[in-house]
C-alpha cells in the first residue's frame, strides 16, 4: 500500500513527517532518505495498532486530494510503499484458487509496483474492507 507523507523542515530542525491518511502518525528524520524510512516504520506500527484494536485500516487518498489541505502547505510530498503482509504478528500460508489469468495480472502489478504478491492481496483485502464498512 503506497502512502503520501508530507515532509516539513523548520531551520535548526530535522525532517518532520505527517501522514495524512493516518491521524496520530507522525515520524522524523535527519535528512529526507532517513525520514521516509522512519515514516514506513511509523506507518507500519500505526496499522498494526489498528488491526489489534480491529479497527478498520484507511485507505490512502492521492496527493492531490490532500494538497488543498492549508496545513500541508510548503511542504515536500512523497510516496511511501507499505507491505502489509508484514503486519500483525506472524504471517499464516493459505492455499487459494485464482484464474491462472488474475495470477499473471497480479503478479506483474505487484513486480512493477514493488510489491509482493503476498502484500498485493493483503492490501486489496484491506481497501475492499473499508470501502465496504457500514
Known amino acids: 500500500m503506497r502512502y503520501p507523507v508530507i515532509l516539513h523542515k523548520d531551520i535548526d ?3 518532520g513527517v505527517t501522514v ?21 516504520e511509523a506507518i507500519e506500527c500505526h ?18 486530494y490532500h494538497q488543498s489541505n492549508p496545513d500541508f502547505a510548503d511542504g515536500i510530498w512523497a510516496l511511501v510503499s507499505v507491505d502489509l503482509s508484514k503486519l500483525s504478528g506472524k504471517s499464516k500460508r493459505v492455499n487459494i ?24 492481496i493483503a ?3 484491506i481497501e475492499y474492507i473499508a470501502a465496504h464498512q457500514e
Open 13 to 15: 530542525s530535522d525532517y
Open 20 to 40: 495524512p491518511d493516518l491521524p496520530g502518525c507522525f515520524s522524523a528524520g535527519a535528512t529526507i532518505d532517513e525520514a521516509l524510512v522512519e515514516a514506513v
Open 47 to 64: 496499522i498494526e495498532g489498528l488491526l489489534l484494536d480491529q479497527e478498520p485500516v484507511p485507505v490512502p487518498n492521492s496527493i492531490e
Open 97 to 120: 484458487t485464482v484464474p491462472e489469468r488474475l495470477l499473471t495480472i497480479m503478479d506483474q502489478y505487484a513486480t512493477d509496483h514493488g510489491e509482493t504478491r503476498s502484500g498485493l
Open 123 to 125: 492490501q486489496a483485502t
